[in-house]
């Protein structure tokens, strides 16, 4: 049986930061203390002014192929999960295939907001499994969430920032990914997004459980799936919103916090690409190696939710 396997990652982390102090003065008020205890957020990174997202895209894809020793024109399938795109069409994806010289790739985007990534990964193993035809699939996060900012909401542009994760999948007939698991609540869908101002909005409040309730849940599942237990999961990689969030899923899950990883008090929220994000630099510093269970679990505005569950 032919499965997708991970065999490389890549991240972009553009070059402008800003930390919470640079915050407080542009903000004129106190809020590096309530980011810092409440979120885990310390300083984010956004893209130049001459910069647009398929450039971290393409940085960050470019970095998974070099690391797997796959020339772009071996690449079948390039995916772009984001919500911040170039622009609203053409797909960004076909930017990145450009920009690459993947030239034998098709291409296409995937929006789930904050789980696309995930969902996307999900699908490329899926192609894979369904189809000989596909052996390289490219599957990138990417956000630029900065150019959709409203400077004077401290609720929103503390928080997003901008950057993006690559990851390769490749045809294998070792394990690799074992299952994955969506699930959505549309009665949310008008609760924060990019509406008609062309600016991130929070509209209103979602439950504040509401990761903490369903993250679990979703994990079970999809390890169900995979006729795995929870409890063997070697590295947990969330949606990088909120580590306080992260702590409590993982007591729930009566779990050490060292089998989770994060970056959000190094990067910001980078979104659809945080996930990828947070698994290269997890890989950077030996958190995971062969063998090992990996399981991602995303969610963001819709509200969708996606999780999945790898072996290393």
């Known amino acids: 049986m032919t499965v997708a396997r991970i065999v490389s990652t890549g991240r972009s982390v553009p070059p402008v930061v800003v930390t919470n102090a640079e915050m407080n003065q542009r903000l004129g008020k106190n809020v590096s203390e309530w980011l810092t205890q409440n979120v885990g957020i310390e300083q984010r990174c956004f893209m130049r002014d001459d910069q647009v997202p398929s450039d971290l895209a393409t940085e960050a894809s470019a970095q998974a192929l070099a690391r797997a020793g796959v020339d772009p024109k071996d690449v079948d399938l390039v995916i772009v999960a984001t919500d911040t795109p170039d622009t609203p069409s053409p797909a960004t994806a076909s930017v990145v295939q450009h920009k690459l010289r993947a030239t034998r790739a098709g291409t296409f985007d995937v929006n789930c907001a904050c789980a696309g990534?995930?969902?996307?990964?999900?699908?490329?193993?899926?192609?894979?499994?369904?189809?000989?035809?596909?052996?390289?699939?490219?599957?990138?996060?990417?956000?630029?969430?900065?150019?959709?900012l409203d400077w004077s909401d401290k609720t929103t542009c503390t928080l997003f920032a901008d950057g993006a994760g690559a990851v390769l999948l490749q045809a294998s007939a070792a394990p690799g990914h074992l299952s994955g698991q969506l699930y959505a609540d549309g009665s949310y869908h008008d609760a924060l997004g990019i509406y008609a101002k062309g600016v991130v909005q929070f509209t209103r409040r979602f439950p504040p459980t509401y990761n903490v309730e369903h993250w679990p849940r979703m994990l079970h599942a999809a390890a169900d799936k995979a006729r795995v237990r929870v409890a063997d999961i070697g590295l947990f990689v969330f949606t990088q919103l909120n580590l306080r969030t992260i702590e409590e899923v993982m007591a729930k899950l009566q779990l050490p916090l060292e089998r989770a990883h994060w970056v959000m008090h190094k990067w910001g929220y980078t979104g659809s690409a945080c996930i990828p994000m947070t698994l290269d630099d997890a890989v950077e510093h030996g958190k995971v190696k062969p063998g090992d269970l990996v399981a991602f679990c995303g969610s963001g505005g819709g509200v969708s939710m996606a999780s999945a569950i790898f072996r290393w």
């Open 117 to 148: 990534w995930v969902t996307a990964l999900d699908m490329g193993a899926k192609y894979i499994a369904a189809d000989p035809s596909y052996r390289n699939v490219l599957v990138t996060g990417v956000y630029g969430m900065s150019r959709h």
